[in-house]
């Protein structure tokens, strides 16, 4: 698949970090599996992933955490 961010790169399986503003936290979360383009880094992660994310998220953000790190 090619990157729909810098349109030259291509995007290949790997892990990545997501990390994310939400309200008055910062959240990371670490070794998220994605599709990582090889040109610019923008990563792309499909349904089941992003929901996995916002899971750990929210969980973490009403643990009343203010840094979250998190492991997939
Ligand atoms: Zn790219």
């Known amino acids: ?3 729909v961010i ?5 995007c290949k399986p790997g892990k990545t970090h997501f990390s994310a503003f ?8 670490k ?3 994605a599709m990582i383009c090889d040109n610019c880094g923008e990563a792309y ?3 089941p992933t ?3 994310i916002q899971a ?3 969980l973490a953000y009403n643990n009343t955490a203010e840094v979250e790190v998190m492991k997939v």
């Open 22 to 29: 939400v309200k008055d936290a910062f959240m990371v979360v």
């Open 50 to 52: 992003s929901d996995q």
């Open 31 to 33: 070794n998220v599996d």
């Open 56 to 58: 750990q998220v929210e």
């Open 6 to 10: 810098c349109k030259t790169g291509v």
């Open 45 to 47: 992660y499909d349904a």
């Open 1 to 3: 698949m090619i990157c």
